[in-house]
């Protein structure tokens, strides 16, 4: 099993920054994507940034595109989502996510991920 535990969130005003982790523990596996999403009160679960852990190939949302930037360190088996410019549409419970059998491709999709951890609030209002 694995277990994946996210920290960082907050609030924030516009126009400011946050960095989320995410460590991970429990079972290992040899190769595996890292994922993170977002879920505003009344919306989907939708996809925000995902980094290949072995290659560090990264993928982005449009909506955070040039504004957000995850990263790993492998020696603490932890995931970082830098996130600055943040406005208000940006409020929403961020999740991590973990795939344990990647294909090479990264993946926008929900449910190709194994593991979700419980998730942090971040808000951001004036």
């Known amino acids: 099993q694995v277990q994946l535990a996210e920290s960082g969130g907050g609030w924030v005003q516009p126009g400011g920054s946050l960095r989320l982790s995410c460590a991970a523990s429990?079972?290992?596996?040899?190769?595996?994507?890292m994922g993170w999403f977002r879920q505003a009160p009344g919306k989907e679960r939708e996809f925000v940034a995902a980094?290949?852990?072995?290659?560090?190939?990264?993928g982005y949302a449009d909506s955070v595109k040039d504004r957000f930037t995850i990263s790993r360190e492998i020696a603490k088996n932890t995931v970082f989502l830098q996130m600055n410019s943040l406005n208000p549409e940006d409020t929403a419970v961020y999740y991590c996510?973990?795939?344990?059998?990647?294909?090479?491709?990264?993946?926008?999709?929900?449910?190709?991920?194994?593991?979700w951890g419980q998730g942090t609030q971040v808000t951001v209002s004036s």
């Open positions: 996510a973990l795939r344990s059998r990647p294909v090479g491709v990264l993946t926008t999709r929900t449910w190709e991920y194994d593991y």
């Open positions: 429990g079972r290992t596996f040899s190769n595996y994507d």
């Open positions: 980094c290949s852990w072995n290659y560090g190939r990264t």
